[in-house]
């Protein structure tokens, strides 16, 4: 019995001191704090203001993060990216930016540019609870190609339970959430 609670003290310490080491600052349990820029109008031209989705918009909503090895989440607006521990091969910054949040379109930007490459892919997940019910079983999330300037739908899944539709990246890029081909919530 005692060689047993030795075992199980010495696995208490062991992962103790790594939780230590390791921390928690990048980890996808870290708590959210809001950003200066939250609700700020955004002022450059962004492919969806220049697609004149923001038409009417009042508000930006802008969550950046440092992201290391051991992955981590940025949350902002409807849309809330996961990395997952070894997805980057160094520290970077993220940044999410939902223009408006009466749209579902996220802007996604990573620098260094050299990091928009992952090695594992993230998650990318809207919360659809605005959506119409009906429309939520057909809704993708798709990626604006800037080459030809045409929105490319992706594989993606919907949760009916949360009221989420996701998708995994490879890189980052301008999103959003369409169902029947049109945007909208």
Not at 77 to 89: E, I, K, Q, R, W
Not at 112 to 140: E, G, H, I, Y
């Amino acid at each position: 019995m005692s060689r047993l609670m030795r075992i199980s003290w010495n696995l208490v310490l062991g992962l103790s001191f790594s939780l230590a080491l390791a921390g928690c600052s990048n980890m996808p349990t870290q708590p959210v704090a809001p950003s200066s820029s939250e609700s700020a109008i955004g002022t450059s031209r962004e492919p969806a203001q220049v697609l004149g989705l923001l038409e009417g918009s009042s508000s930006t909503t802008t969550t950046t993060a440092v992201i290391g090895l051991l992955g981590g989440t940025v949350k902002a607006g409807d849309f809330t990216v996961v990395f997952p521990p070894a997805s980057l091969t160094q520290r970077a910054t993220v940044t999410v930016s939902q223009p408006d949040p009466a749209h579902p379109v996220v802007n996604l930007s990573i620098t260094p540019a050299s990091a928009n490459k992952f090695l594992l892919p993230v998650l990318l997940t809207a919360n659809a609870k605005r959506m119409d019910p009906a429309l939520l079983s057909t809704a993708k999330i798709s990626y604006y190609n800037p080459a030809t300037g045409q929105w490319e739908d992706r594989v993606s899944t919907v949760s009916i339970l949360n009221l989420t539709v996701s998708t995994p990246l490879w890189h980052f890029s301008t999103y959003r959430v369409t169902s029947g081909g049109k945007a909208g919530w």
